[in-house]
């Protein structure tokens, strides 16, 4: 064979190879597009969340994840998580599981899980009530009461009182606004554990108990106070969160106010 048929033998086969390497590519790029794998979207920590922590929606993405490595039950929106507390810590990039959760009004099934209604920097603290001193049972969770407070100088000792006081009051018991809008969590003792679903929830009974939220300096006064006076409720309105000033009450406020005009006996 003369040369020059060898060469078009040898570009015969040289095209014949790229056309063929051109077509595998091609098949090779068609297969693998057909098999893609499926993923859809879940709701993920795009933050470090604390443990008994309420979830804000700004902690909270979305991720697309391989269909077959989703945990049963993740979320694909995130107002199914927002606003629920975590039980345990949650870490950056984590998806986001039922079991890792729980809801505010789930809460009370157990009283392990009180803590998670107590808000950052607040204590909870029990107070036992009358009848009288609850609002005659009016008093629910979720309401707002302001705590008043009766104190008698003559029960105390001359040293724990202070000499600035009104002209004419000395040695007189006095009543006054001790503290305000405070709410409560919840309304007799703690239930011990879930509720059967065939037994009511509420106490059959009048309760004997609220459960307060407050700073730490106003739960050492109320313990004193309570301790040391005589302490009522008084039931807020809904929604009614304003502070207000009133003034000590005492036998002379009330003699002057509604002109009882009392005088001393042998005056």
């Known amino acids: 064979m003369r040369r020059g048929g060898r060469i078009l033998v040898l570009l015969g086969l040289i095209l014949g190879l790229l056309t063929a390497g051109g077509t595998f590519l091609v098949l090779s790029s068609s297969q693998s597009q057909g098999q893609q794998i499926p993923t859809r979207p879940v709701i993920i920590a795009q933050q470090n969340i604390p443990a008994r922590s309420e979830i804000s929606p700004s902690a909270l993405g979305t991720a697309n994840w391989p269909e077959a490595y989703i945990p049963v039950g993740a979320f694909d929106k995130s107002d199914q998580v927002a606003g629920k507390l975590a039980i345990d810590a949650i870490y950056q ?22 803590s998670f209604l107590i808000p950052d920097g607040k204590v909870a603290v029990a107070f036992p009530i009358t009848d009288l001193s609850g609002v005659a049972g009016a008093i629910q969770a979720g309401d707002s009461v302001d705590i008043l407070l009766t104190l008698d100088p003559g029960t105390m ?111």
Do not use: C
């Open 93 to 114: 990039g984590q998806i986001i599981l039922p079991q890792m959760l729980i809801d505010k009004t789930q809460v009370k099934e157990t009283r392990s899980n009180a």
């Open 157 to 267: 000792s001359r040293a724990a009182l202070t000499t600035t006081t009104t002209a004419g009051t000395q040695g007189m018991a006095a009543s006054q606004l001790m503290l305000q809008d405070v709410p409560i969590i919840n309304i007799g003792a703690w239930p011990s554990g879930p509720t059967p679903s065939n037994q009511s929830n509420k106490s059959t009974g009048p309760a004997t108990m609220v459960t307060f939220v407050l700073d730490r300096q106003d739960a050492l006064a109320l313990k004193a106070a309570r301790e040391l006076g005589t302490i009522e409720l008084a039931l807020r309105r809904a929604g009614d969160h304003k502070s207000m000033q009133t003034e000590s009450v005492t036998l002379q406020y009330l003699n002057k106010r509604f002109n009882f005009n009392l005088v001393p006996a042998g005056k």
